[in-house]
């Protein structure tokens, strides 16, 4: 299987996760861009920091992708990657977060990801991956994943007989 498929049977299993669970959705696409930002851009920040311009001139979908990259990006590779990185550190943190900054956390990485799609096949699934975020913003987030976490573990404890809550 190709890398374009796996990633757009990925993409569809995380839409059908932020249809039919908002909540475990929200927590996953937070993390993923999370993940995302740290184990990809990060380590190709440190490691290899030529492998950014390489990106958008490997096979864009569109022209003008390959002019930036080859004009602009290729002037401080490891600053773009790192711009990238922090880009996708504040959307995830957004996106556990609550209330209206979950939301722009969401259209943050909808723009994200519709803005890479260009980049190359194996970026063409991204929509669907968009799509997921879009399902996300038919409902409101009034706590963070940190407060929806707390309210799931006991908060009643027994220490010494005593009862604390």
Same mark, same amino acid.
């Given at each position: 299987?190709?890398?374009?498929?796996?990633?757009?049977?990925?993409?569809?299993?995380?839409?059908?996760?932020?249809?039919?669970?908002?909540?475990?959705?929200?927590?996953?696409?937070?993390?993923?861009?999370?993940?995302?930002?740290?184990?990809?851009?990060?380590?190709?920040?440190?490691?290899?920091?030529?492998?950014?311009?390489?990106?958008?001139?490997?096979?864009?979908?569109?022209?003008?992708?390959?002019?930036?990259?080859?004009?602009?990006?290729?002037?401080?590779?490891?600053?773009?990657?790192?711009?990238?990185?922090?880009?996708?550190?504040?959307?995830?943190?957004?996106?556990?977060?609550?209330?209206?900054?979950?939301?722009? $956390?969401?259209?943050?990485?909808?723009?994200?990801?519709? $803005?890479?799609?260009?980049?190359?096949?194996?970026?063409?699934?991204?929509?669907?991956?968009?799509?997921?975020?879009?399902?996300?913003? /038919?409902?409101?987030?009034? $706590?963070?994943?940190?407060?929806?976490?707390?309210?799931?573990?006991?908060?009643?404890?027994?220490?010494?007989?005593?009862?604390? /809550?």
């Amino acid at each position: 299987m190709t890398p374009m498929i796996v990633f757009l049977v990925f993409s569809l299993l995380v839409l059908l996760l932020c249809w039919l669970k908002p909540d475990a959705g929200r927590l996953f696409v937070g993390l993923y861009f999370l993940v995302m930002a740290l184990g990809v851009n990060g380590v190709l920040v440190l490691t290899n920091p030529a492998q950014f311009v390489a990106l958008g001139t490997d096979a864009p979908v569109v022209p003008l992708y390959r002019w930036a990259f080859e004009h602009v990006v290729v002037l401080a590779p490891a600053l773009f990657g790192l711009l990238a990185a922090a880009y996708e550190i504040g959307v995830g943190l957004l996106i556990l977060s609550k209330g209206e900054r979950v939301r722009w $956390g969401l259209w943050g990485g909808i723009v994200f990801l519709l $803005g890479i799609t260009p980049l190359g096949v194996w970026t063409l699934a991204n929509p669907v991956l968009a799509l997921a975020l879009i399902m996300l913003l /038919r409902k409101r987030y009034e $706590g963070s994943v940190l407060d929806m976490l707390r309210s799931r573990t006991p908060r009643d404890t027994h220490v010494a007989g005593v009862r604390r /809550r």
